[in-house]
């Protein structure tokens, strides 16, 4: 038997007729939340929110792009390094060049410059799709870059987060090490009086957690995000206690003050516009 090998279609059988029908990957998604199964055109209309329960799915990075930035506006930056292998870790060369070849990412960040109706910004944004948006060296390193060139032409940082994976495992300290870079870089970005804004999408977790996620001058969070340092069994484990139900998710650290605002993904341009108009005057990009 030779259906099992198909990597481009998936199985699926009728109950109706009890038949197995061969329909291309991709073209549905179910749910997660609800279960509800969406066709890849309403998912991107909708910009991957579930039109029956309203969760909010991973979003690529050229997805926020469309969904922030003024069409015909968006600049990338070019990459600047690329992650090597510096520990000799097990497989993690062939896992960089599986995920390079998976998504057409040098690495898990994208950076670069677009308006956001008519205010130009300075925007990263990690992909959860190249391995779990984990941080290494090249990651902290093309944020520090884009939080540099923000300072230096004062120009508003956004930062998008949806970076499951922390701090990535295969470059151990070297991966840490862009925790405290990130975060020095933004506190020189401060002190410049250039405003940062982080946005946090499900999931965020880890050493992006504790760094520069958490360091907006305010924090905007979308509904049911999943923002966390160490997971919630670990931490059940830990201290021997039952957690709240919805501990870590979006709303209930905007009730204890990590996240400022919680906003849909459809408003979220518009928020992005508001709050940029208190932080700094207009100015023409």
């Known amino acids: 038997m030779?259906?099992?090998?198909?990597?481009?279609?998936?199985?699926?059988?009728s109950e109706r007729e009890g038949k197995e029908t061969n329909i291309p990957a991709g073209l549905f998604t179910k749910c997660e939340s609800c279960g509800e199964v969406l066709t890849a055109k309403e998912l991107d209309d909708s910009f991957r929110v579930c039109k029956k329960c309203g969760f909010h799915l991973q979003m690529g990075a050229a997805e926020r792009v469309r969904l922030l930035i003024d069409d015909g506006t968006w600049v990338e930056r070019p990459h600047s390094v690329a992650s090597g292998d510096p520990l000799a870790f097990p497989e993690y060369a062939k896992k960089l060049d599986a995920a390079r070849a998976k998504t057409g990412l040098n690495?898990?960040?994208?950076?670069?410059?677009?308006n956001v109706n008519g205010v130009?910004?300075?925007?990263?944004?990690t992909d959860f799709s190249f391995m779990g948006g984990s941080m290494g060296s090249v990651?902290?390193?093309?944020?520090?870059?884009?939080?540099?060139?923000?300072?230096?032409?004062?120009i508003p940082l956004v930062l998008v987060s949806a970076s499951g994976g922390g701090a990535r495992m295969q470059e151990a300290i070297l991966s840490l090490m862009q925790m405290a870079k990130t975060s020095a870089a933004l506190a020189r970005l401060g002190r410049a009086g250039v405003p940062y804004i982080s946005v946090l999408t499900h999931p965020t977790g880890g050493g992006?957690?504790?760094?520069?996620?958490?360091?907006?001058?305010?924090?905007?969070?979308?509904?049911?995000?999943?923002?966390?340092?160490?997971?919630?069994?670990?931490?059940?484990?830990?201290?021997?206690?039952?957690?709240?139900?919805?501990?870590q998710r979006a709303e209930f650290l905007q009730e204890h003050g990590v996240v400022d605002k919680v906003v849909h993904r459809h408003k979220m341009k518009a928020s992005l516009t508001q709050l940029l108009g208190y932080l700094?005057?207009?100015v023409k990009a």
Not at 3 to 12: C, G
Not at 107 to 114: E, F, I, K, N, S
Request: glycine share 8%; no cysteine; net charge positive.
């Open 120 to 125: 130009k910004i300075a925007l990263g944004i």
């Open 280 to 282: 700094q005057p207009r």
């Open 139 to 154: 990651v902290g390193e093309e944020l520090t870059l884009l939080i540099e060139h923000a300072q230096e032409k004062r």
């Open 107 to 114: 690495d898990a960040v994208v950076t670069g410059t677009g």
């Open 2 to 13: 030779a259906w099992f090998k198909r990597e481009k279609y998936t199985i699926v059988r």
């Open 208 to 247: 992006v957690t504790a760094s520069w996620a958490i360091l907006g001058d305010v924090n905007i969070a979308e509904p049911g995000a999943l923002i966390m340092f160490a997971g919630a069994r670990v931490i059940e484990q830990t201290i021997r206690q039952r957690l709240p139900k919805d501990f």
